[in-house]
C-alpha cells in the first residue's frame, strides 16, 4: 500500500490550501481515509477522515468549519480543503487508510509520507 500526500507549502495566515492524497495498492473504496498532523514537538493528531463511500466525515474541533475533507473513488485520491490558514496549523500532515471506523482515528495501520504545511503570520 502506498499513500502519497501532496499539495502543502507557505502560506499566509487566512490563506487556502488543497492538500491530496493519491493510493496505490488497495481497494481504495474499502477504506476509510484520513489525515492526521504532527507539528514540531507535538504528538501527531487526528485531523478529519472520510467514509468508504463518500460520507460521513468527521473532524477534529480545530479544523471544524474551516477544513473539508473529500474523496474521489474512481481516481483513488483524498482531498483536504484547507481554508482560512492559523499559524497553529503548520504541521506535516500525513494521509491515513483503515478499514475500520474505530481505527481510523486512533491507530491507522497505513500511513503517507506526509507533506508540510507552513502558516506564517
Known amino acids: 500500500v502506498q499513500l502519497q500526500a501532496y499539495g502543502g507549502g507557505l502560506v499566509q495566515a487566512g490563506g487556502s490550501l488543497r492538500l491530496s492524497c493519491a493510493a496505490s495498492?488497495?481497494?481504495?473504496?474499502?477504506?476509510?481515509m484520513g489525515w492526521f498532523r504532527q507539528a514540531p514537538g507535538k504528538e501527531r493528531e487526528f485531523v478529519a477522515r472520510?467514509?468508504?463511500?463518500?460520507?460521513?466525515?468527521l473532524y477534529a474541533d480545530s479544523v471544524k468549519g474551516r477544513f473539508t475533507i473529500s474523496r474521489d473513488n474512481a481516481e483513488n485520491t483524498m482531498h483536504l480543503q484547507i481554508n482560512r490558514l492559523k499559524p497553529e496549523d503548520s504541521a506535516v500532515y500525513y494521509c491515513?487508510?483503515?478499514?475500520?471506523?474505530?481505527?481510523?482515528?486512533?491507530?491507522?495501520?497505513?500511513w503517507g509520507q506526509g507533506t508540510q504545511v507552513t502558516v506564517s503570520s
Open positions: 491515513v487508510a483503515d478499514k475500520t471506523i474505530a481505527a481510523i482515528t486512533m491507530a491507522p495501520t497505513y
Open positions: 472520510i467514509s468508504w463511500g463518500g460520507g460521513p466525515t
Open positions: 495498492g488497495l481497494t481504495f473504496s474499502s477504506y476509510i
